[in-house]
Nanobody, 135 residues
Framework: EVQLVESGGGLVQAGGSLRLSCATS????????IGWFRRAPGKEREGISCISSSDGSTYLAGSVKGRFTISSDNAKNTVYLQMNSLKPEDTAVYYCAAMKRGRAPRNGLCTWVVHVTTPDRYDYWGQGTQVTVSS
């Protein structure tokens, strides 16, 4: 059974930090890219980050670049999203998702931004974790 389980969300003051984890099981981690999405109240789901362990490529959206970092522990089949300098506009439900690796650009799958930020491209999803940033 495929599982993606997010954890690490919570309530934090503006300027604070959180680290989200996405623990995966039931598929070959190396064959998938893991993306992070978020959905703020009243807004569309936004793809904010991606990591592909097979080619080492990563992606961070402009809205989080310089504040968030994505990493993976391949031995644990887990992806992390370190979120620093949090802002109230970061308040959202955060989801991780897995995309089977197929065709990829030479620079790596996660450099294909339009592809990895499209929710329909992903095969499996976690249940989400709430992040609330107070001002």
């Amino acid at each position: 059974e495929v599982q993606l389980v997010e954890s690490g969300g919570g309530l934090v003051q503006a300027g604070g930090s959180l680290r989200l984890s996405c623990a995966t099981s039931g598929f070959t981690f190396h064959d998938y890219a893991i993306g992070w999405f978020r959905r703020a109240p009243g807004k569309e789901r936004e793809g904010i980050s991606c990591i592909s362990s097979s080619d080492g490529s990563t992606y961070l959206a402009g809205s989080v670049k310089g504040r968030f970092t994505i990493s993976s522990d391949n031995a644990k089949n887990t992806v992390y999203l370190q979120m620093n300098s949090l802002k109230p506009e970061d308040t959202a439900v955060y989801y991780c998702a897995a995309m089977k690796r197929g065709r990829a650009p030479r620079n790596g799958l996660c450099t294909w931004v339009v592809h990895v930020t499209t929710p329909d491209r992903y095969d499996y999803w976690g249940q989400g974790t709430q992040v609330t940033v107070s001002s």
